[in-house]
Nanobody, 124 residues
Framework: QVQLAESGGGSVQAGGSLRLSCAAS????????MGWFRQAPGKEREGVAV????????YYGASVNGRFTITHDNAKNTVYLQMNNLNPEDTAMYYC?????????????????WGQGTQVTVSS
């Protein structure tokens, strides 16, 4: 049984930064996938970033590439999303996801476990 605990959301000014954390419990597989998705009102859930372990292969959505960085701490089994140069279009509910079952990394249907979501709001 896998549980994901998210933290780090909040409100920031445009151009600011936030760091999201997602601590995984019960996720002990050798090969893992942990990622971040976001969903704004009226829009579909969007793949933000993913890291495949243990090789630490990463992928990013086009809208965040170059601004966001995903990392993983093996000792804590925690994935982080460092978000820099935020703009109002980044405002969304951000979800942590785990256990990719194949297919495109950016499709939410390919993940089994999900966190509760953490709100990120960016003001202009």
């Amino acid at each position: 049984q896998v549980q994901l605990a998210e933290s780090g959301g909040g409100s920031v000014q445009a151009g600011g930064s936030l760091r999201l954390s997602c601590a995984a419990s019960g996720y002990t597989a050798t090969y893992k996938a942990m990622g971040w998705f976001r969903q704004a009102p009226g829009k579909e859930r969007e793949g933000v970033a993913v890291i495949f372990l243990p090789r630490e292969i990463t992928y990013y959505g086009a809208s965040v590439n170059g601004r966001f960085t995903i990392t993983h701490d093996n000792a804590k089994n925690t994935v982080y999303l460092q978000m820099n140069n935020l703009n109002p279009e980044d405002t969304a509910m951000y979800y942590c996801a785990a256990h990719h079952e194949g297919g495109s990394w950016y499709k939410a249907d390919n993940y089994v476990y999900w966190g509760q979501g953490t709100q990120v709001t960016v003001s202009s």
